[in-house]
């Protein structure tokens, strides 16, 4: 490789020499700074530092000096390798950082662009609605019963102490069923979810603490606030030394649950064939928290500047009614109670109008997603 | 029931600063259900005074004869002159006491009163008729005033009591006393512990024993018959004004004085009444039970066939009324009765509920039997009604009265003391319940020591017949507000059972799939299974029927989910939106064949045998859980990604498949024709069942509902978008099916991976070939995908092929080229030969 020396004196063999490895360095380093791509400064390693770049040469020299010059020319050469390699890998870091950047704000998106590919369903919020109805009970202990929504009259009147001609029997707004032969069937659509209470009482031996939501039946034509399809809750509790009080506990649990912790609640006498005594249940109003009474400057929609909100009946289970279910009236006594689930939602969230809740009109129903 | 409160106020001594509002309050508290306090008559306002008329010029120069009347009408036009005002009324004269109206006042309905020219008279106000000044509906004339009620220019808002303060009750069936004053009146007595004045109170009049002559056949039927009379009177003699204002505030239209004076006795104590001409009446008179085959005809001119169950008032020529619910046309009081016989009684409560309902007839009078009627009041109200006959009548009051006591004494009820404590859970002093119990009417006798009270309910209140009854009434009068709020304590509860949990999870995949739920009437007509392409004996038309439904054309209760969901998806896209996903879940009512004509009713004084039970189960219909779901337009909408994807028949099915997962259990699919699906794009659905029963080893399986895009005439019949698609599934079905769920063998050796095309004939299902590929390929197999359906020259003509991404792997050991490969070929080979597929060269 190189020239024959004049004599054998390694600093005669000139690659090797500090000033030509200095420059063949500083080469080096300059072509490095001055790739501005990283295309360029591949090439740039392959001259300066692949396997026939001028220092890589130089290196192979080493061998061809005596023993005693080999260790400074090797450590020189390396030194400047090592810069060199360096060089490139600063280089290489800071071009490849910039490539990237170049890159992805190349590939920039507009985020705000719609995806309502996937197309988005929901549940009903009279389903939802019960749902949470139910689990404040089930959250309490209370088991969820059912029944059929077509029943047996036996059932939904006699059982529950609607004797055949008393008023009350005749007052429900029955849908009743034809036999096939065109007559009287002794099936109704259910007038109300008490009907479950004797099921829950033939199927379990007290202690009976059990919930039913469900669909029932009236004929009112559908206006703003009827429905002839509509739902309830019942809920019944049949256990030794069962009081009103324990009765009104629970209705303080769902109303704190439902509306809000520190509601109060009423109850006004009223009259069920199934409970003696008997009460109708009115909470406080949420929104106006009874502000609104006698202050025309304020009303409150929510409760008709009324302050209070009827929320269901309620009452003691009237021991004919144990007694048709078999239950030792001597032992048990219990409470049940109906909670309208359309009322619940209508105050809960705001609907004004039953048309709402059964013509199904999915902007309606999506507005609520998947749970309340 | 309607109570006035200044009539009210007659028989209690309430404070007189007490509103009718605050009285609503009050009574509520109590147990009457007061809907509304209306002020009847707030909407007169401005100058209404009395007026005397002095002069009457008749107007003959127009197409109607018209009046122009001076009227003094005192200083009330701040004149004292006469007021000139034009009249179209005829029916008064010169000297009459008349109300006017005078400029400046405002009558019902915002009617404003001016001075106007008219008639080519000026006239200054108006002569009011009562039904302008809110009184009753009067279109006869203008309201003459007797002589005495004021002098001209006194205010007639407060004379005439305009201005009336009325609660409207919605009485409870127990509460029967209430739809009287009295009843109404002893409540508001015992709530504000103020004096009762009690309008029963009335002496008898003439000699027990001598009036028209009555039987009663069964005290069953008739517990107490009462007849008076009044002889003489005048048919012409006019309803005092005050009777007519109340009855009208009460909702009662005024009529005729004796019509009137029934009425007004039965709204002031509770007691209905019948008024018959005597000389209508034939002989003795019976009360008795109709017999098969007798009629009457009623006083609304409707001929009626009399049921044996029917409690009747007879006399020689057969039944005059149905007792306690009409009376007949033939002894009606007309504008000739001189002769009135009145009928008081005490009819049993059962027998008048039946009738009404049977004849249709829901009479103030049947109400009130219905409901209980105070079992000793009836002398008192044929007293009170002779009496006012009499006094505004002109008439004589009969010597004698017939009185037919057929009556028991009422029994007690024994009750513990504490028994309203304890039901209440609240602490009560002493002496509490007994204090309350009298209050309410009720005689009470204590014994040992006071433990124990002997209750006897007055006879107002048929309803006080249970200790708890009794419980009732010591709690709301304590106060419901004193029942202290107890947390109930129940046993540690299970939570939901499995299938209430399934119902919520379907919920929520489907509204994850995007679909939106619908809660749909049951309702149906047979238009209904038309629009479907049900054929004639389709089992789905055999449904339950109402026999009185809301809509004449859907009488029908659901067999299937569909038509509700289909209207429902009209509905949406009528109002604008073209792809709709929706689905419902709820039972559908199917009749049991072998059904009883009438559900069996067994006795409520004791629990339902087992054999009772099961009877009334047998009569109830099966009522299965099903979801059902419905898909128009596009599927995933077009957008700036690109073209949308319409929903097509497999997004049906995966609906269903969905449901099948939520449900944990997985559905296999085979084509099937039928309604309303599309003959061709229909697919059954099953589940296989966990009990592996037949020869061959493979399970049973069970139909489970159907998918797959709707029949082109169904599209048409709802009107529907086309290629709308359906799918209805029984839910109940799938939680049978359902078995508890295992942990799968997740492996970790290597995946080795095979692709196969097979070509079979076109008609045979991918299904099949995917069966058989399972079948064959063994337990090395972890999944199976098809991934490409191709059809064409390639494969020839009338052939598909199917290509299979088939994974192999095992639990313990990394799978050799050979073995999985001999299980790709093991696969091919089941395929073969099933289905005749032909590995693709
Ligand atoms: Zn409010």
Sequence with gaps: ?372 | MRVPVSWLREYVDLPVDVTGRGLAARLIDAGLEVETVDEAGADITGPVVLGRVLAIEELSEFKKPIRYCRVDVGTANGTGEPQGIVCGARNFAEGDLVVVALPGAELSGGFAIGSRTTYGRLSEGMICSATELGLWEDHEGIVVLPEGTGQPGAEAVGLLGLREEVLDIAVTPDRGYALSMRGVARDAAAVYGVGFRDPAEVAAIGTPGAGYPATVADPEICSRYVLHGVSGFDPDAATPLWMKRRLALTGVRPISLAVDVTNYVMMELGQPLHAWDRGKLRGPIEVRLARKGEKLETLDHVKRTLDPDDILITDESGPINIAGVMGGLETEIDMTTIDVVIEAAHFTATHIARASRRHQLSSESSRRFERGVDTELQVAAATRAVALLAEFGGAVVDGGYTHVDLSTARESIAIDADHPARVAGADYPAGTSARWLREVGCEVTEEASGETLRVTPPQWRPDLTDPNDLAEEVIRLEGYGAIPSVPPRAPAGRGLTDSQRTRRAVGRALAGAGFVEVLSYPFLGERDFDGLQLAAGDQRRSTLKLANPLNDDEPLLRTTLLPGLLRTLVRNVGRGFSDVALFEMGLVYLPKPDAPEHAPMPPVDRGPTAEELAALEAAVPHQPRRVAAVLAGDREPAGWWGRGRPAIWADAIEAAREVGRAAGVELAVQADQRAPWHPGRCAALYVVNNVVDNMDGGASRTLVGHAGELHPRVIQAYGLPARTVAMEVELDQLEEARSGLRAPEVSTYPVAAQDVALVVEESVPSGEVEQALRAGAGELLESLRLFDVYTGEQVGGGRKSLAYNLRFRAGDRTLTVEETTAARDAAVAAAAERTGAVLRG
């Excluded at chain 1, 369903?121 to 109805?133: C, D, I, K, S």
């Excluded at chain 1, 309208?340 to 809740?357: K, P, Q, S």
Aim: aromatic fraction near 8%.
């Design chain 1, 1 to 372: 490789m190189s020239a024959p020396n004049s004599s054998y004196d390694p600093v005669e063999v000139t690659p090797l020499q500090p000033d030509e490895v200095a420059r063949m360095r500083e080469e080096a380093l300059a072509a490095i700074a001055a790739a501005d791509s990283l295309e360029k400064l591949k090439e740039v390693r392959i001259a300066h530092a692949g396997d026939r770049s001028p220092l890589a040469l130089a290196n192979r020299e080493i061998g061809a000096l005596p023993p005693s010059a080999r260790a400074e020319a090797g450590k020189r050469v390396g030194g400047a390798r090592r810069d060199v390699a360096e060089a490139l890998k600063e280089r290489q870091t800071v071009l490849e950082e910039e490539r990237d950047n170049r890159v992805l704000v190349e590939e920039a998106v507009d985020v705000t662009l719609p995806w309502d590919r996937v197309p988005r369903g929901a549940r009903h919020p009279l389903t939802t609605v019960a749902e949470r109805m139910t689990d404040i009970f089930v959250g309490m202990g209370f088991e969820v019963a059912e029944g059929p929504e077509t029943e047996a009259e036996w059932f939904n009147f006699d059982a529950l102490n609607f004797l055949p001609d008393h008023p009350a029997r005749t007052m429900q707004d029955t849908f009743f069923l034809e036999a096939p032969s065109g007559g009287e069937s002794g099936l109704v659509l259910r007038t109300h979810t008490s009907p479950v209470q004797i099921r829950a009482l033939l199927d379990r031996e007290p202690p009976v603490y059990v919930v039913a939501p469900g669909k029932t039946f009236r004929t009112d034509e559908l206006d703003a606030t009827h429905s002839p399809v509509f739902h309830q809750l019942e809920g019944l509790v049949v256990d030794e030394g069962i009081t009103m009080a324990h009765l009104r506990g629970a209705i303080d649990a769902f109303v704190h649950g439902m509306f809000g912790a520190d509601l109060r609640t009423r109850f006004r006498p009223s009259y069920f064939p199934f409970t003696e005594p008997s009460a109708e249940v009115d909470m406080e109003c949420f929104v106006c928290r009874g502000a609104s009474v006698g202050d025309p400057d304020a009303p409150c929609r929510t409760c008709g500047s009324e302050g209070w909100i009827e929320i269901g009946g309620c009452g003691v289970v009237n021991p004919r009614v144990l007694t048709a279910a078999g239950v030792d009236t001597g032992r048990y006594s219990g409470w049940a109670f109906g909670l309208g689930v359309e009322r619940t939602l209508m105050f809960a969230h705001g609907v004004e109008d039953m048309h709402d809740m059964v013509e199904g009109d999915i902007r309606f129903t999506s507005a609520f997603g998947m749970e309340i």
